[in-house]
């Protein structure tokens, strides 16, 4: 695809870099719908939930995807090919997708927790191997461009969905934003079968 415009003259962008991007807009945009709020839902509608509950939900995250990305890019580093860092990226965007829907039936902070983790697993799996597909398949001399076209367009996607995830709470319930962001969820990881027709097979 080839971007028109003064800023962008002669650039093009591959498949699995478009298409990357496209599912990371989707992925990002539909988590900016709650990730600004999720405290005041933790603090609202669960029960016993405050603001200390809503920082160790948090922790609980990182501290899953930080010690298990490392071993997973360590595993996908090791293996010649990309079907496997293909299969780990899709496997963690279905965890992430799936977790958006399970926050609907929270009802209780060792839920909430629970939850945490899976999400911190998904994150862990699909992390290492988007990376790893991006850094591959970037162009060369178009490296700066295209990250920042990549950080541009989700932080634009998350900006917009920031404040309508709050609208949508207010006027609809936690529910109905649950379930847009799995559904924009799904579609970004829908996206993702369109890099599979491109990726190498067996060395790099």
């Not at 415009?5 to 650039?11: E, M, Q, R, S, T």
């Not at 997973?72 to 293909?86: L, P, Q, S, T, W």
């Not at 902070?109 to 591959?136: C, D, E, I």
Request: contains cysteine.
């Amino acid at each position: 695809m080839k971007i028109k415009g003064y800023l962008f003259k002669d650039v093009v962008l591959n498949p699995v870099i478009r298409f990357l991007i496209y599912s990371d807009i989707l992925m990002m945009s539909g988590w900016g719908l709650i990730t600004p709020i999720i405290a005041v839902f933790i603090t609202d509608k669960i029960p016993g939930g405050n603001v200390a509950v809503a920082g160790l939900a948090s922790t609980l995250y990182f501290l899953v995807k930080c010690f298990l990305q490392i071993p997973v890019a360590r595993y996908i580093d090791k293996h010649k090919g990309e079907n496997d860092d293909f299969v780990i990226m899709l496997m963690g965007s279905l965890i992430i997708t799936l977790c958006a829907f399970l926050y609907i039936f929270v009802n209780n902070v060792f839920h909430l927790y629970l939850l945490q983790v899976l999400y911190g697993v998904g994150g862990a799996l699909s992390y290492p191997s988007w990376l790893a597909l991006f850094t591959r398949h970037i162009d060369k001399h178009e490296e700066g461009l295209e990250w920042s076209l990549y950080y541009t367009t989700t932080d634009l996607g998350s900006a917009l969905t920031a404040g309508l995830g709050g609208l949508m709470a207010s006027n609809f319930g936690y529910d109905w934003v649950f379930i847009m962001v799995g559904l924009t969820s799904l579609f970004g990881t829908l996206f993702l079968f369109g890099i599979r027709h491109f990726l190498y097979k067996h060395s790099y």
